[in-house]
């Protein structure tokens, strides 16, 4: 069965500092992945898709496919940067979507 | 720019009652979800709705639960008979498939708290 790993519930970082939010999976097939953000008292919104290969708001992540990763990273972190991230796959024909348990990002000045 | 929209915002029941949860999606999507999310938990995927029917469901969504689109607009989730367990964050999310995209949209959510 299909399984999503983020090892960390809570990464604590300076502002300016690099962050990387560690994601792993499990999956047979062919895995599309995904990282949602989620910022206080807001709905769950996309960030990026490993598909589209673009950086949003200075975050990227990279598919490993021997690693069996898809860590998020941002070579600055800013204090709006802070909120909980969800790393997801993508499986099935009904394209649901399995979630890690999620990892909140706090940037301190 | 359009949203998935949920109500209520918060639903309080008594456990053994029945509740419905409301979500519009976006109005040209065709896929419509039901996740949930147990407070400390992560975010489960409960049914998946396509053409009027069911396309796929998880072990969470037994025979207490159901879901209808009942007009052009609305996508519901009934629970018939709410258990203690119940009680958690639930998040409708609805896509396209113009363009190929999977992209899944997700409304606010409505919390859950059963007595």
């Known amino acids: 069965a299909q399984r999503v790993t983020q090892p960390e519930k809570l990464l604590s970082v300076f502002k300016g500092a690099p962050v990387e939010l560690k994601c792993n999976y499990s999956?047979?097939?062919?895995?599309?992945l995904f990282w949602y953000v989620q910022y206080s008292r807001q709905r769950l919104q996309l960030l990026l898709r490993?598909?589209s290969r673009e950086s949003i708001k200075g975050f990227t992540a990279d598919l490993n496919k021997g690693e069996t990763s898809f860590h998020l990273k941002k070579p600055f972190a800013q204090e709006e940067d802070s909120a909980m991230y969800y790393c997801?796959?993508?499986?099935?024909?009904?394209?649901?979507?399995?979630f890690g348990t999620g990892t909140r990002l706090q940037v301190t000045l | 720019e359009p949203e998935v929209t949920q109500t209520p915002s918060h639903q309080v029941t008594q456990m053994g009652q029945e509740v419905i949860l409301r979500c519009v999606p976006i109005?040209?999507?065709?896929?419509f979800y039901w996740y949930r999310q147990i407070l400390g938990q992560k975010v489960e995927f409960l049914v998946s709705?396509?053409?009027?029917?069911?396309?796929?469901k998880s072990e969470i969504f037994d025979d207490q639960f159901s879901v209808e689109r009942p007009d052009g607009s609305n996508f519901t989730l009934k629970i018939r008979s709410t258990k203690l367990e119940d009680s958690a964050m639930y998040f409708c999310?609805?896509?396209?498939?113009?363009?190929?995209?999977?992209?899944?949209?997700f409304g606010p959510g409505t919390r859950l708290t059963v007595l």
């Open positions: 490993h598909i």
């Open positions: 709705f396509y053409n009027n029917e069911i396309s796929e």
């Open positions: 109005s040209n999507h065709l896929y």
């Open positions: 997801a796959l993508l499986t099935g024909t009904a394209s649901k979507l399995t």
């Open positions: 999956y047979s097939g062919s895995p599309e």
């Open positions: 999310a609805s896509r396209s498939l113009a363009g190929g995209t999977d992209t899944q949209y």
